[in-house]
């Protein structure tokens, strides 16, 4: 099966800063990678699709890249409401899997 | 408004069975592939289940032969079927949809949580 590899898992960061989260995939997936935001007690909520699409409502200030095996998520100017956990997920063939996580938190 | 709302978890023995519902609203459900995902406490996500609108379904060699994924679109209605149920299998289950076509989940249900425990 495909492995999905995020760092960092955990991400100190103040607001106004701009961070950068990595996904990678052990074999190519081509642009099929989606990206989530998950606050606390909270379902995950889609942010991104098909590796760089940005799902209605997202703010402009998240942004993401990549193709094949590397992919980043981007924030360029961190709001208090971006503080969150990340995932990745694979969605080119089943079985699907996620990235473990990156935890964005307040420096 | 596009709406998944789960419900059936609760607390189980090992060895038990249990079976999750999700409800669907505003949306043509029958057009949609269905998606369940997990996460135990503190911890990722983890795929368990899939159903396409023909009714295929996959699941991850860690549920398979265990759970079992259906779908009535008359009652525009999700089902998970957990049988021989482990501690393992402890975890908020999230009802989730996948757009026409592809497999990641657009809308996702808040989630029902099932606790396997003697």
């Known amino acids: 099966d495909i492995q999905m590899t995020q760092s960092p898992s955990t991400l100190s960061a103040s607001v106004g800063d701009r961070v950068t989260i990595t996904c990678r995939a052990s074999?190519?997936?081509?642009?099929?990678l989606a990206w989530y935001q998950q606050k606390p007690g909270n379902a995950p909520k889609l942010l991104i699709y098909k590796a760089s699409t940005l799902e209605s409502g997202v703010p402009s200030r998240l942004s993401a890249s990549g193709s094949g095996t590397e992919f980043t998520l981007t924030i360029i100017s961190l709001q208090p409401d971006d503080f969150a956990t990340y995932y990745c997920q694979r969605y080119d063939s089943y079985p699907l899997t996620f990235g473990g996580g990156t935890k964005v938190e307040i420096k | 408004e596009v709406q998944l709302v789960e419900s059936g978890g609760g607390l189980v023995q090992p060895g038990g069975s249990l079976r999750l519902s999700c409800a669907a609203s505003?949306?043509?459900?029958?057009?949609?592939?269905m998606h369940w995902v997990r996460q135990p406490t503190g911890r990722g996500l983890e795929w368990v289940a899939s159903i396409g609108t023909a009714g295929n379904t996959d699941y991850p060699d860690s549920v398979k032969g265990r759970f079992t994924v259906s779908r009535e679109n008359a009652k525009n209605s999700l089902y998970l079927q957990m049988n021989s149920l482990r501690d393992g299998d402890t975890a908020v289950y999230y009802c989730?949809?996948?757009?026409?076509?592809?497999?990641?989940?657009?809308?996702w249900g808040k989630g029902t949580t099932v606790t396997v425990s003697s």
């Open positions: 074999q190519s997936i081509g642009n099929s």
């Open positions: 505003g949306f043509t459900f029958s057009s949609y592939d």
């Open positions: 989730a949809r996948g757009p026409m076509w592809y497999f990641y989940m657009d809308v």
